[in-house]
């Protein structure tokens, strides 16, 4: 069985916490390594790791990648990228915000259209996108339920043949 560091969060072993790595065993061969998001760095051979953990003086990678390099001298000028910035052993990274993505000239951050990208329909009626996030919105006669994804009838509902109409 080979284990896989797959998707940045936490990392416990005895002696030590590393902050932002997940581990998950599976039995595979070696394949392509992971794609990570704008937000994380990609440590060798295939995990991501947030990049508020890079040049940290910690090394979080296993192969230590996410230390030395460029680490002491690539500092972020302001006005470098549009939201966040980070020192990395290859020099500078700009990062985005949750619910934006990095365009591809690495600086500028974009929408991401949520109400498209989560399989078309995150929302039970009507998906709303918005900067950076989106919401979801019901018909008339229709209320948002909790979960704020659910839309959930109003009153009393005589339904015949799948067509329902409220009745006062």
């Known amino acids: 069985m080979e284990v896989l560091i797959v998707r940045a969060r936490t990392l416990l072993w005895e002696g030590g916490v590393a902050e932002g790595l997940t581990i998950k065993a599976e039995s595979r061969s070696p394949g392509p ?31 230590g990648s996410d230390e030395g390099g460029q680490c002491s001298s690539s500092a972020c000028r302001q006005g470098q990228c549009f939201h966040s910035c980070y020192p990395s052993p290859h020099g500078p990274v700009c990062a985005c915000e949750r619910g934006f993505e990095l365009k591809s000239s690495g600086q500028i951050c974009e929408d991401v259209d949520e109400c498209q990208r989560l399989g078309g329909h995150p929302c039970s009626q009507t998906c709303v996108n918005t900067k950076g996030s989106y919401t979801c919105a019901c018909h008339p006669g229709y209320s948002l339920e909790p979960d704020g994804h659910t839309c959930k009838a109003i009153g009393k509902c005589s339904c015949k043949y799948l067509n329902c109409r409220l009745r006062a």
Do not use: T
């Not at 937000?39 to 910690?58: I, M, T």
């Open 33 to 63: 390594p992971e794609k990570c998001g704008s937000s994380e760095f990609q440590c060798h051979p295939s995990a991501c790791l947030d990049l508020s953990l890079v040049c940290d003086g910690k090394r979080d990678c296993a192969d």
